[in-house]
């Protein structure tokens, strides 16, 4: 149980384009999942958190304008990188809550954004 | 959030025992630990979760003691594709669950 998938799990895209990265969990209803970069060698970093039907939370730092999050169904949130830049070239993981009394977050296999 | 301190690397062989211990002196009350591994470009995958004293699961243990300052995860008999980043997070139900990540520990088992 708790599977997480992310969709595509590699993109290449060429820079000034915007790329759509999906994250549902396939076996449970996530009300809150969570965005992460990670850079190589690199820890994950907190993007934004993603609560379903409304706004998302975004960390200091991170441009909501360029990176756009929906969370319109209790099993998907997606992440648009909005006018890609080779800078934004990165590991992008999301994960999923189960259930409201822990922190036990269910990360997906992650998807490797490469813009050329 | 809680800061984390965790050693930045880990040599091991396989078969032996691997403790990785975790600092984090301001863990608040509601705070729970949990350990995560990760591969090369692969997510992070839940290894085991705790409030206070000790927790076991089929894959690891993992040691609170009572100050709760500090977690000890504990890996019996190492093999090879255990060598991973192992990483330790704090986090509150009622801080939006939000995790930080620390730099983790890299674990490489040798034969």
């Known amino acids: 149980g708790a599977v997480v998938s992310q969709h595509p799990s590699r993109v290449i895209c060429k820079s000034g384009t915007s790329v759509k990265i999906e994250c549902r969990s396939l076996d449970f209803q996530a009300t809150t999942m969570f965005w992460y970069r990670q850079f190589p060698k690199q820890s994950l970093m907190l993007m934004a958190t993603s609560n379903e039907g409304s706004k998302a939370t975004y960390e200091q730092g991170v441009e909501k304008d360029k990176f756009l999050i929906n969370h319109a169904s209790l099993t998907l949130s997606t992440l648009t990188v909005t006018s890609a830049h080779p800078e934004d070239s990165s590991f992008y993981i999301c994960s999923a809550r189960l259930g409201a009394s822990t922190d036990t977050q269910y990360f997906g296999p992650g998807t490797r954004l490469t813009v050329l | 959030l809680a800061k984390t301190t965790q050693p930045i690397s880990m040599d091991s062989y396989e078969g032996q025992e691997v403790n990785i211990t975790c600092s984090h002196n301001?863990?608040?009350?509601?705070?729970?630990i949990t350990w995560y591994q990760q591969f090369p470009s692969q997510g992070p995958r839940f290894i085991i979760q705790?409030?206070?004293t000790k927790v076991t699961n089929e894959v690891a243990s993992l040691f609170i003691p009572a100050d709760r300052k500090s977690s000890t995860l504990s890996l019996p008999r190492v093999s090879l594709s255990d060598t991973a980043v192992y990483y330790c997070?704090?986090?509150?139900?009622?801080?939006?669950?939000?995790?930080?990540f620390g730099t983790g520990t890299q674990l490489k088992v040798e034969l």
């Open positions: 301001n863990i608040a009350t509601n705070d729970y």
């Open positions: 997070l704090v986090g509150a139900t009622g801080g939006g669950n939000k995790l930080t």
């Open positions: 705790g409030y206070k």
